[in-house]
């Protein structure tokens, strides 16, 4: 079972039940606060990292440079664990799930502006520790922003809530059920060898079946056993032979391999595209562009974000970072691939990242 430590939660403390304990919710936001940039569904939008000065003070490798454009003073981001960028109706944006108060938020690219999307009271169960996001963007169920919440340590109580462009969340499923036991990995499939479907997966401490398969009306069916995963992201450019990857850390609580394996159709493992990397979490595939359509990923071991080509190479792309074990989804790439997205928890900042 999962050992986590107190001193991690920074805004919610740890009991001495064990239990962590959130401060007040705020109220839930004014939905005349939610406002698209100008051309509407943010399809049309050129990222950039802008004119944000702010040094994060990480080592970026040559070529590069980084910025904090949120961070807990100017966008209220605390232990922001999930990041996506979500277009449509969505207009654009950062979406950032806060594990330090169970709310979701919106950063605007372009000026940093934050707002509050659902608040910790808004949810319609009260979560618990919220710990990833996804976008279902090409719609394979119905276009929405998808957040996990783990529940209780173990307990086969995750749930995963939707949340509408016009901010307002519903309840999708909650456990017991395969993959909703400490939820860290979602991502929505449209491949035919998977099956149109959400695939959930996370720490299931033996508590049930390690993935989920989900249609569009919640029935989940099992998908594999394969323990340990973390981070899980679709290689829909083809760039390292199409399919589904999974980064498999061993240790902090995971039963994995320190690997970053794909994932057959059967839900066994395939040939790793790495090994013998300790600690990596998050991963994320770059769009065809300045990133080279190459894996990224970090590790909560050596506070480093990497980049692994099809070869299985390694390049150290920044150094520095503070993460922990909880964050399997901090990597998010802009739509036109020109911008890398980085939810640093424990420092409560949203990074940008970008070619000088």
């Not at 279902?136 to 749930?159: H, I, N, P, R």
């Not at 959400?198 to 099992?222: E, K, P, S, Y």
């Not at 066994?268 to 190459?294: D, N, Q």
Request: glycine share 14%.
């Amino acid at each position: 079972m999962r050992t986590r430590a107190c001193l991690l939660i920074l805004f919610a403390g740890c009991g001495g039940d064990g239990v962590h304990h959130l401060p007040d919710a705020p109220p839930p936001p004014d939905a005349a606060l939610f406002d698209a940039p100008a051309d509407g569904d943010g399809s049309s939008l050129v990222y950039s990292c802008g004119t944000f000065t702010q040094d994060p003070g990480w080592t970026l490798a040559a070529g590069f440079h980084a910025v904090v454009i949120a961070d807990a003073t100017t966008g209220m981001l605390a232990q922001p664990v999930a990041a996506i960028v979500a277009g449509k109706g969505y207009g654009g944006k950062v979406y950032v799930v806060n594990q330090g108060d169970n709310t979701l938020r919106a950063v605007d690219p372009a000026s940093g502006v934050t707002q509050l999307v659902v608040a910790a009271a808004a949810w319609p169960k009260p979560p618990q520790l919220l710990t990833t996001i996804t976008w279902d963007a090409t719609t394979v169920f119905d276009g929405k922003l998808y957040v996990g919440d783990q529940g209780g340590d173990g307990d086969a109580d995750s749930t995963i809530f939707t949340v509408a462009a016009s901010g307002a969340p519903a309840q999708f499923v909650t456990g017991p059920g395969p993959g909703l036991d400490d939820i860290y990995g979602m991502a929505f499939s449209t491949s035919a060898t998977y099956g149109a479907s959400l695939l959930v997966t996370g720490d299931t401490d033996g508590a049930g079946v390690d993935w989920g398969r989900f249609d569009a009306a919640a029935t989940g069916t099992t998908f594999s056993e394969l323990a340990g995963t973390e981070g899980i992201a679709f290689d829909t450019a083809g760039t390292f032979g199409g399919g589904l990857f999974a980064s498999r850390p061993a240790g902090g609580g995971y039963a994995g391999d320190d690997t970053i394996s794909r994932v057959q159709p059967d839900g066994l493992a395939g040939t790793p595209l790495l090994t013998a990397k300790p600690g990596v979490h998050a991963i994320a595939f770059a769009p065809p562009g300045v990133f080279g359509s190459k894996l990224y990923a970090a590790s909560w071991q050596s506070q480093e974000l990497f980049s692994v080509d099809p070869a299985g190479t390694v390049a150290v792309l920044a150094s520095g970072l503070q993460l922990t074990n909880y964050d399997g989804n901090i990597l998010a790439f802009s739509p036109d691939g020109r911008v890398l997205y980085v939810a640093d928890r424990l420092a409560n900042r949203l990074v940008c990242i970008e070619p000088i």
